[in-house]
């Protein structure tokens, strides 16, 4: 089955990344013991497969942007992983982690940020719900993601924002 068509099994709002992420053959963890440093990571096991995790002590919105992030790098870098890649709490691969990936640059890491954004926050999806006067905590809460990710996305889609309200 085609990425794509697994993506709209799962579309929601909120998108079930959890479900993408496992029928797509990864398995997942969200509550890894992890350096405090690290958001997440993609192993490469040593039969091949692949395990994303996220670090159980970030909150859902945090752990949901994590793992996506995660299969971006999956699906846009997996020439890239080798052993595996992990993030930091900025998104960048950290010697805190267990793969301190030199391969992945900042261009990857801002790939698979777009990546996850973009599977979070569907642009058709947040348009149509993004109206004026509505707050951004409520729009967020409706994807499942954080405040400061639906900022960004909002203005990436050329939405205005004004504190706490769309405009």
């Known amino acids: 089955m085609k990425f794509i068509d697994i993506v709209q099994k799962h579309i929601g709002p909120p998108v079930n990344v959890t479900e993408i992420i496992k029928e797509i053959g990864i398995s997942i963890n969200m509550d890894a ?38 299969l971006g790098h999956y699906m846009l870098h997996a020439h890239l ?20 990936n030199q391969l992945i640059k900042r261009r990857h890491e801002t790939e698979a940020n777009r990546f996850a954004a973009q599977l979070l926050m569907p642009k058709k999806m947040v348009v149509r719900r993004a109206t004026s006067g509505k707050s951004v905590q409520e729009l967020a809460g409706h994807f499942e993601v954080s405040v400061a990710a639906m900022k960004i996305r909002l203005n990436t889609l050329g939405i205005a924002v004004s504190g706490d309200r769309i405009s």
């Open 81 to 100: 992983i080798g052993e595996g890649v992990d993030d930091s709490k900025a998104y960048r691969s950290d010697p805190a982690g267990n793969f301190h």
């Open 33 to 70: 013991d992890l350096d405090p440093e690290i958001s997440g990571e993609l192993e490469r096991k040593a039969d091949g497969r692949f395990v994303i995790s996220a670090n159980a002590a970030d909150g859902d919105a945090r752990k949901r942007f994590t793992v996506a992030h995660e």
